[in-house]
């Protein structure tokens, strides 16, 4: 089974072909990316409408280079998924026409991948990892803890009441005149950094829902860093360490707050599960690591270039989705919004 992944929800366009053989096991063929991040730079985030039209500029030669890398043609694919949502609208509209009109003009079967969906099933695309598992999926718009039970059956446990983290570490990072996507900005000045000179809030530290808030963090750091400025490289390096290392104890302990009740919606969990762009960051992924070791769990977070948007996972959730049957008619939307 040969699946062409899509993706275009954010500011990465991706074509990915993504295979399973006989005893089901993947093999990741091709997995095509270009970012924008030079285009919206300028603008400390990213533009919907130059987003949009960047993915109509390249995202034809990007599924040709995926086809040709794979050595196969449009005939040799068994389905065509993409992300549907969510996403910048203009975006996700660009991959699903695409992804529409190959369905219809190679007659295979469309499947409508839901964006997190993907996020959170990359992770049996490199591990093989079995149901259930909890998945903290951090990204730059989504922040939740997640109960993954099958494919489509997802429990929230948790989640963010104002800002995503990678939104937060986009904000910190803009706010200290640091570049953009500002995570591993923020991680680079973070490794020279004093965490423990600013005391910066743990906000939601205890609760027994497994809930973020982070925009007080936010505010604390701006506070300290007004009060200080001008800033110097060592302030700057301190404040990231801090607010790192701040949002580093806040995860683990709304994830372990999350496994507690885990076993009242699915059981025993196989594994932890980090996914996600913030799931590139070293520290986050070294602190989790060590919660699951203490809670006798396997911790699985996939490799830094399948943590970022990518075609990759999508074409795995579409295949995972295909082999239940569950496929989509041409007349399946493209959400803005899609909670999953
Ligand atoms: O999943 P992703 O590529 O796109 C979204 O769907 O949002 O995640 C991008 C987010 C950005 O906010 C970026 O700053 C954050 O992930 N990020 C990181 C790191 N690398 C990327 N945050 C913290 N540390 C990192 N190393
Ligand atoms: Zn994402």
Not at 15 to 37: K, M
Not at 203 to 208: F, Q, T
Not at 254 to 268: E, I, M, Q
Not at 286 to 295: F, N, P, V
Request: charged share 20%; net charge negative.
């Amino acid at each position: 089974m040969n699946i062409l992944g899509i993706e275009t929800t954010c500011d990465e366009t991706s074509a990915a072909i993504v295979s399973a053989g006989e005893d089901g096991a993947p093999v990741l063929h091709a997995n095509e990316v270009l970012s924008q991040i030079a285009e919206h730079a300028a603008y400390g985030g990213v533009v919907p409408e130059i987003a949009a039209r960047a993915h109509v500029e390249v995202l034809d030669r990007l599924i040709e280079r995926a086809l040709a890398k794979a050595g196969m043609r449009l005939a040799d694919l068994d389905g065509i998924a993409v992300a549907a949502g969510p996403g910048l609208i203009g975006g996700v509209l660009v991959g699903l026409v695409t992804a529409k009109t190959l369905a219809l003009v190679g007659r295979k079967p469309l499947i409508a991948v839901n964006h997190l969906e993907a996020h959170a099933l990359t992770a049996r695309l490199t591990d093989s990892l079995s149901f259930p598992y909890l998945l903290l999926l951090a990204s730059g718009g989504h922040t939740q803890l997640v109960a993954v039970k099958g494919v489509g059956q997802y429990v929230r446990l948790g989640g963010t009441i104002d800002d995503a983290i990678g939104e937060a570490f986009d904000k910190v990072a803009k706010l200290l005149g640091l570049g953009y996507p500002g995570g591993p900005e923020v991680e680079r000045m973070a490794e020279g950094g004093d965490p423990e000179r600013f005391a910066l809030p743990r906000p939601m530290l205890g609760r027994r829902e497994a809930d973020f808030s982070l925009s007080g963090l936010k505010t604390a750091l701006r506070v300290e860093a007004e009060r200080i400025a001008p800033l110097a490289e060592r302030d700057v390096a301190d404040l990231c360490a801090g607010f790192q290392a701040a949002i580093t104890d806040v995860v683990v302990d709304r994830a372990r707050v999350a496994l507690r009740s885990f076993a009242d919606v699915a059981g025993h969990p196989t594994a932890l599960v980090a996914a996600g762009g913030v799931a590139a960051n070293g520290p986050i992924r070294r602190a989790l690591a060590a919660l699951a070791g203490e809670a006798g769990l396997a911790f699985v977070a996939p490799p830094l270039n399948l943590c970022g948007d990518n075609g990759a996972m999508i074409a795995w959730a579409g295949l995972e989705r295909l082999r239940l049957g569950l496929v989509d008619d041409l007349t399946v939307p493209a959400r803005a919004r899609w909670p999953f």
